[in-house]
């Protein structure tokens, strides 16, 4: 059972809204990430954070924004969204194992539709 | 370039029938090597992770290896069961920072039919 929780699971709105996609963990990870994913095409970073008040943008250019104030809350937000932004968003945390691989554990994922 | 390739695209078999899925990769330097399991509309699960070091790894009816000298792993699905259809990804970490940094392949689509 993943620790990790995404709301909402599904979205659709209008082009222009602004929007922020949730994402909370329990297990009290410092790292926590946001993917984008399209149908059939792999996962891509689009921001990260290493801890509370840190945030860093990942490989793929995005529009949105995000913020971690807590550790346990790392959410997205889209100040105004386009139907380009219509996609698949993960959230994921993660810990270091003792063979020092970062583990990730993903939320459920939010699909955003922008009409 | 960095790249995580994976075969075939997409693969239907009968239930109870064993698979296998390919891995391919030039992730350099190499950390880890994970595969991921991930049903429609979910995030993915973990389902394996292999360092270096390590040549096979079990999970269940789920066997990972790792040939890192070719730079190839093979995902060993055996009976296969209904729920285990869904989309498999090979993940592969690079030694190049803090982060580790993770290089994702397109996944291959496994339906498995009664």
């Known amino acids: 059972e993943a620790d990790i929780y995404q709301t909402p699971r599904y979205l659709v709105i209008g082009t222009g809204k602004k929007i922020t996609l949730e994402c909370s963990q329990t297990?009290?990870?410092?790292?926590m990430y946001w993917y984008q994913q399209d149908p059939g095409m792999e996962l891509h970073l689009i921001h990260y954070?290493?801890?509370?008040?840190?945030?860093e943008k990942g490989d793929l250019s995005s529009e949105s924004t995000v913020s971690r104030i807590r550790t346990e809350h790392f959410p997205l937000t889209l100040e105004s969204a386009r139907p380009s932004h219509t996609s698949q968003y993960l959230c994921?945390?993660?810990?270091?194992?003792?063979?020092?691989?970062?583990?990730?554990?993903f939320g459920a994922g939010s699909r955003l539709t922008v009409l | 370039k960095n790249q995580v390739e994976q075969s075939p695209q997409s693969l239907i078999i009968l239930e109870g029938k064993n698979c296998t899925l390919q891995?391919?990769?030039?992730?350099?330097?190499?950390?880890?090597l994970r595969w991921y399991k991930q049903d429609t509309g979910r995030g993915p699960v973990s389902l394996t992770i292999?360092?270096?070091?390590?040549n096979t790894k079990s999970n269940g009816r789920y066997t990972a290896t790792l040939d890192a000298d070719t730079k190839q792993s093979s995902l060993h699905i055996t009976a296969s069961q209904l729920s285990d259809s869904a989309s498999y990804i090979c993940?592969?970490?690079?030694?190049?920072?803090?982060?580790?940094?993770?290089?994702f392949g397109r996944g291959t689509q496994l339906t498995v039919w009664p």
């Open positions: 993940v592969v970490s690079d030694r190049g920072s803090t982060l580790g940094r993770l290089y």
């Open positions: 292999m360092t270096f070091s390590e």
């Open positions: 297990m009290g990870h410092d790292k």
């Open positions: 954070s290493y801890g509370v008040n840190s945030t």
């Open positions: 994921a945390s993660s810990e270091t194992r003792s063979s020092g691989a970062n583990v990730l554990t």
């Open positions: 891995c391919n990769y030039t992730v350099s330097p190499f950390s880890n």
